[in-house]
């Protein structure tokens, strides 16, 4: 049994988001055609992803990450995504890996935002100035910014007070969707709505969703008329794409800005 | 790391649906606070669990779930539950605790009808007389018969042709939920509801949602005026309750006939 691997916890609830895309994007007609998936949803061994990112903990959240990995090695995964944009910051990204490395893991670590470009560029680039939504932790690594840039795409990111409002909608205590989500709050609602609208007026074209909790507040396909990208799905796509391709659903229809 | 495991597979949505709810039904403010859960979902290895009750199949799905159970002992569990009413069919569930006696395992593996009956009893026996939904191998197998009766509860079966509507209205391979469940067919809706509207006319006063695939036709808290009792949720009370007692959230005052 080589179940696909999911590296949960960061939070709960992207970790169910990722299973439940993995099995929509996979082809099958019953139960039983199902690919094998084992999720393992750790949150209270990983530290915050964006305070070690923006310096404020020493805590590297790579050694708990890598523990989880290694779990998921030893119930036979050999591929495995983590559904947490800020961990693939590289300060965190690039010493999981390495722990792989020394410990010969033969499991493979898809990377979530690195597979954003590939999917973008396999699609013919159909929008090309993204809108990023993420947390500070995201934003501060520049994940994106480095490697979708080199592909042709340019990655437009709210100024100051709009990653302030972007990371409060995730984090904060009343409002935030971390703390409320069921449902999401109309103000976490609001204040990511306003900060697309003031990207689009800078040309965005598309929205990428770049933190895992926020498809629970921007729901559907497109958020105030720009199509939304995914990385959850993405990675879903990719992860099937390695351990059983032939399972992988079609694509349906790209949505451009022109409809 | 003792994680509350989660037999997946029986479908697969089942076992999300489970994960999910134990997320739900736990007291955490963040991320952190939530319970740590292993979800293995290994569809293609379990048989199907009505065919063998029925006497369709000689393989008992029990060996397959032994596997997946001691994966999770493997990986820390404790205790553990499966999302799949049939299974809970004493040909399956006594094999599978059979298996788990003779490897000696520590992992408890919690019993979800078990749970039921316990649940309504500690509630206080809100209603008396249940509509049982269920698969054929579950009518046929009387798991909800022999373990609610004694507590005082009268289960109310469909008739022949009521019985072979809910099983059609899972299994069916053009409108059934198996099949197609995104989004759920009306027909599969509707002739649950007319099987419910005939037992509400036996005199029912609740129905119990007895195969893990039927909240995704049935969703909210009550069906044509009569109150939800969902063994899913209950299963994913009674894991928080034996994993970690002070994390489980307070219920909610119990909806009864009258209102």
New interface residues.
């Given amino acids: 049994?080589n179940?696909i691997g999911i590296v949960?916890?960061?939070?709960?609830?992207a970790g169910?988001d990722l299973?439940?895309k993995v099995?929509?994007e996979t082809r099958a007609?019953?139960?039983?055609?199902?690919?094998?998936?084992?999720?393992?949803?750790?949150?209270?061994?990983?530290p915050?992803r964006s305070a070690y990112v923006l310096g404020r903990s020493d805590e590297n959240p790579a050694a708990a990450i890598f523990e989880v990995v290694r779990?998921l090695d030893?119930?036979g995964a050999t591929v495995a995504g983590m559904p947490c944009n800020t961990a693939h910051a590289p300060p965190i990204f690039d010493e999981v890996r390495a722990r792989m490395d020394a410990a010969g893991l033969k499991l493979r670590l898809v990377h979530m935002v690195e597979e954003v470009g590939r999917h973008l560029a396999e699609r013919g680039r159909p929008y090309r100035r993204l809108a990023l939504l993420a947390t500070r932790g995201t934003y501060a690594a520049g994940t994106y910014r480095t490697l979708l840039e080199p592909r042709g795409f340019t990655v437009l990111v709210p100024d100051e007070e709009g990653r302030a409002r972007v990371h409060a909608a995730i984090y904060d205590?009343t409002y935030g969707i971390?703390?409320c989500s069921?449902p999401v709050s109309e103000r976490a609602v609001r204040e990511l709505r306003d900060v697309v609208a003031a990207l689009r007026d800078q040309g965005a074209e598309a929205v990428v969703v770049g933190c895992t909790e926020l498809p629970l507040a921007l729901g559907g396909d497109e958020v105030d008329g720009l199509p939304l990208v995914d990385p959850t799905r993405i990675l879903a796509r990719a992860l099937i794409r390695e351990a059983a391709p032939e399972k992988l659903r079609p694509l349906a229809a790209v949505a451009t800005p022109d409809g």
Avoid: C, N, Q
């Avoid at 949960?8 to 609830?13: I, V, Y």
């Avoid at 007609?29 to 990983?46: K, Q, W």
């Fill in positions: 049994m179940p949960g916890g960061m939070g709960p609830h169910l299973t439940r099995f929509e007609a019953g139960d039983r055609e199902h690919l094998p998936v084992a999720l393992l949803s750790y949150p209270g061994t990983i915050d779990a030893r119930l205590e971390k703390a069921e």
